[in-house]
């Protein structure tokens, strides 16, 4: 069970869009629509930002957005701001049937 | 409101046997669909999934360690304990537990996380 991949770092000036990708396979990603991304400031806990794709917790900016296509699940950023720096994690469910979830690598947020 | 607290040794020896606990309030853990899982994050890391306990007593296990980690819940203390053996320095994490709710596939809210050493 390897873990999703996504890009090591993105950037964005404030008020820019960025998306950072969370690539799998079709046993994972591509085989349901169960990836949520999740938020982490420094030596906070991770938050939920998005889940089952494309949808948002209550109280969470419209500003982010999830997507998937095919094994590559997306989670955009828009209007980017200075709070948003920080790491981000995806999940997805899968189909081990030993432990049916699996993190992605994580991105790292700076905000120019 | 749920909450999730982590609890256990900060400084553990190398081989002993790690023994945290995961106290919550807000939700039972034999409400039909409802889960609690582990994750642990090496510092400068990734979060890595450890093990699940779900309503019915089913658990889930990283393969890599199952032989090492035992998962149980008590529902009326309102915990999950986790145990792993054998801990080594590469061990060393802040191990976070967090909430699925009933029949979902995600995980919210978690806990404030417990850093955990593994030193001689």
């Known amino acids: 069970q390897s873990a999703l991949t996504q890009p090591a770092s993105v950037s964005g000036s404030p008020g820019q869009s960025i998306t950072i990708s969370c690539t799998g396979t079709?046993?994972?990603?591509?085989?349901?629509?169960?990836v949520s991304w999740y938020q982490q400031h420094p030596g906070k806990a991770p938050k939920l930002m998005i889940y089952?794709?494309?949808n948002r917790p209550s109280g969470v900016s419209n500003r982010f957005s999830g997507s998937k296509s095919g094994n590559t699940a997306s989670l955009t950023i828009s209007g980017l701001q200075a709070e948003d720096e920080a790491d981000y994690y995806c999940?997805?469910?899968?189909?081990?049937?030993?432990?049916?979830?699996?993190f992605g690598t994580g991105t790292k947020v700076t905000v120019l | 409101q749920i909450t999730l607290k982590e609890s256990g040794p900060t400084l553990v020896t190398p081989t002993q046997t790690l023994t945290l606990t995961c106290t919550f309030s807000?939700?039972?853990?034999?409400?039909?669909?409802?889960?609690v899982g582990w994750i642990r994050q090496p510092p400068g890391k990734a979060l890595e999934w450890l093990a699940l306990?779900?309503?019915?007593?089913?658990?889930r296990y990283r393969p890599s360690l199952k032989s090492r980690l035992t998962i149980t819940k008590d529902t009326s203390k309102n915990q999950v304990v986790l145990t792993m053996t054998n801990m080594d320095p590469v061990d060393t994490a802040t191990y976070f537990c967090?909430?699925?709710?009933?029949?979902?596939?995600?995980?919210?809210?978690w806990g404030q996380g417990t850093l955990v050493t593994v030193s001689s």
């Open positions: 807000g939700f039972s853990l034999s409400t039909s669909g409802v889960g």
């Open positions: 306990i779900y309503w019915d007593d089913d658990k």
């Open positions: 079709s046993s994972d990603v591509g085989g349901y629509n169960y």
């Open positions: 999940n997805s469910y899968t189909t081990s049937s030993t432990l049916p979830y699996v």
């Open positions: 967090t909430y699925r709710p009933p029949y979902t596939k995600w995980f919210d809210p």
């Open positions: 089952d794709v494309s």
